[in-house]
């Protein structure tokens, strides 16, 4: 089932942003450490063409530290700057204050030579949702100025932050009307870009072990005591299902997950790995690495 999601509330946000980009100076877009392609919304990317762009990686502490690297790396070859941070403990905002005030120096440069007194830093903070805005502003302020929330769709309406010299614009998280692989949409849907409620959780799980079965073998076996992982390639649910219950049934029922007949409950023990996928529990994770988009390295662009 593929997974979509974009309510009218997102299509007015973009309308919103679409005329607020004109009176900032740089654009500030938030991806997750953990798919930081596929997290990056291609409207927003279009929306900021014109302006300096900071790409702010959340969720670092989350996110597999070979991989991080390897994604800084990627950018640094685009041309584009990328900054990761920690939304709890402030690691990266440093480099976040450092990086914004570079990207605005020429304009703030332009506007002192036609002798305008003009200091301040303007920027607009874009993502989808659940990717840590509000988080982020509230760490850059030092002060809770924005609601959060761990599920998508808390923020719905604009406000600006000052802080010192610089002004945030905080916006709502916008999905794009299409999204355009199933495995996209997939690891947004892991992630918490996407409300449960709109996806096959059990289709997640099943995307999840495939991937960790490749991936992160050993933090299955950590998290879940789990005897025996086979390797499963990702295809769709009804052909990896049958390669992954055994895996299922054992996590089912080393957690007490079991219905009538002490069968286990597939659905308790979609949601409860996917919370934890979510929550960092297992360790540190990353959906998707660079090596996977060498061939079409326009992609981060």
Not at 31 to 52: E, G, H, I, W, Y
Not at 88 to 102: A, E, I, M, P, Y
Not at 221 to 249: K, N
Request: glycine share 8%.
């Amino acid at each position: 089932m593929p997974v979509q999601w974009y309510p009218g509330h997102m299509a007015k946000a973009r309308r919103i942003m679409e005329d607020r980009v004109r009176q900032v100076d740089v654009v500030i877009e938030l991806v997750d450490a953990r798919l930081p392609l596929s997290s990056r919304n291609p409207a927003l990317q279009d929306l900021s063409s014109k302006k300096p762009r900071l790409v702010v990686m959340t969720r670092e502490d989350l996110a597999d530290p070979r991989a991080t690297h390897a994604w800084l790396a990627a950018f640094a070859s685009d041309d584009i700057l990328a900054v990761p941070v920690n939304t709890t403990n402030g690691n990266g905002f440093s480099q976040v204050r450092d990086g914004l005030r570079k990207l605005a120096a020429a304009k703030i440069q332009r506007a002192m030579e036609k002798g305008l007194q003009r200091s301040v830093v303007r920027a607009m903070v874009v993502g989808i949702p659940n990717v840590g805005k509000s988080s982020f502003i509230n760490q850059f302020a030092k002060r809770s100025v924005a609601k959060t929330g761990n599920k998508p769709g808390v923020t719905r309406t604009e406000q600006w932050v000052r802080m010192g010299d610089i002004e945030l614009l905080d916006t709502p998280g916008v999905l794009w009307p299409k999204i355009e692989t199933p495995e996209q949409g997939l690891r947004l849907a892991i992630s918490g870009a996407v409300k449960d409620q709109i996806y096959d959780m059990e289709e997640g799980l099943a995307f999840f072990l495939c991937f960790a079965s490749q991936h992160y073998p050993d933090l299955l076996i950590q998290r879940y005591g789990l005897s025996h992982i086979p390797v499963v390639e990702w295809t769709d649910l009804p052909t990896v299902w049958p390669q992954i219950a055994d895996m299922i049934e054992e996590i089912g029922r080393k957690r007490g997950m079991l219905g009538r007949g002490g069968v286990v409950d597939e659905e308790r023990v979609a949601k409860m790995v996917i919370k934890e996928v979510q929550d960092g529990v297992l360790g540190h994770m990353t959906f998707e690495w660079p090596q996977s988009i060498e061939d079409d390295r326009t992609a981060l662009r």
